[in-house]
Nanobody
Framework: QVQLVESGGGLVQAGGSLRLSCAAS????????MGWFRQAPGKQREFVAG????????YYTDSVKARFTISRDNAKKTVYLQINSLKTEDTATYYC???????????????WGQGTQVTVSS
């Protein structure tokens, strides 16, 4: 069982930066591929970024590749999402998720956090 708690969201001007954090509880954090998803008002939830258990492989949706960086610290049981050059279209609730592998993460993650709101003003 893994519980995930996101933090770090907020209101920021376009062009600014944020670092989102997702803290996990439980002894098995390092067993999981981790990911970030987001859901904007009126839209479906979409994958943003993923990182494998070791952190050696990362994955991004095309629209964020140059601006977002996912990382993890297994000792701290935390995964991060650094977001630079924020755009108004990045406004969404950002969710952390855990799965046994990337394919499962994309299909149906096992664990989800409650989300953290990111609002980008123009």
């Amino acid at each position: 069982q893994v519980q995930l708690v996101e933090s770090g969201g907020g209101l920021v001007q376009a062009g600014g930066s944020l670092r989102l954090s997702c803290a996990a509880s439980g002894p098995t954090f390092s067993y999981y591929t981790m990911g970030w998803f987001r859901q904007a008002p009126g839209k479906q939830r979409e994958f943003v970024a993923g990182i494998t258990q070791s952190g050696l492989s990362t994955y991004y949706t095309d629209s964020v590749k140059a601006r977002f960086t996912i990382s993890r610290d297994n000792a701290k049981k935390t995964v991060y999402l650094q977001i630079n050059s924020l755009k108004t279209e990045d406004t969404a609730t950002y969710y952390c998720a855990a799965a046994i592998n990337y394919e499962t993460l994309m299909r149906e993650a096992a664990y989800w956090g409650q989300g953290t709101q990111v609002t980008v003003s123009s």
